[in-house]
């Protein structure tokens, strides 16, 4: 895999080195490593909660659209174009999907007629091909 190229594997593999490194300094990131490869190594899984928290805060506080903008700053300096695969798609697959703010409110017992539109807020990017004029 490699993130300089298109394609779902590529953009899984952005996606979790984006998730996983978060806000964390270079030390951090290995101490944060290391717990994942102790903890996995018995029975493959990550069952300590402090891993798990760590890893959910990191995803949580990920700025996608930072962390496209930094990787095109990057690759500008060193003067090279390479695609960024589609990351956002997996970036967040951690964090469940809800409604942070609805307009009209959550906890009015009735819609408007008069409105022209109901605009909800979610708490993380949605797939624009899951979207429209219907559902989502």
């Known amino acids: ?11 899984i593999l952005l996606a ?4 996983l490194q978060g806000t964390l300094s270079v030390g951090q990131l290995s101490e944060l490593l290391s717990k994942i490869i102790l903890d996995i190594e018995p029975d493959g899984t990550v069952e300590t909660n402090a891993t798990s ?5 990191n995803a949580f506080s990920l700025q996608l659209a930072s962390v496209r903008n930094n990787m095109n700053i990057r690759y500008s300096a060193l003067g090279i174009q390479y695609p960024i695969p589609p990351f956002e798609l ?16 959550n906890s009015e017992s009735q819609v ?9 807020y979610f708490n993380k990017e949605l797939n624009q091909n899951s979207v429209n004029g219907s559902n989502s």
């Open 90 to 105: 997996y970036a967040k697959r951690l964090i469940p999907l809800s409604v942070i703010r609805t307009i009209p409110k």
């Open 16 to 19: 979790i080195s984006s998730v």
């Open 112 to 120: 408007r007629f008069d409105l022209d539109k109901i605009a909800v």
């Open 1 to 11: 895999m490699d993130i300089s190229k298109d394609g779902p594997e590529n953009a």
């Open 53 to 57: 928290v760590a890893i959910y805060n």
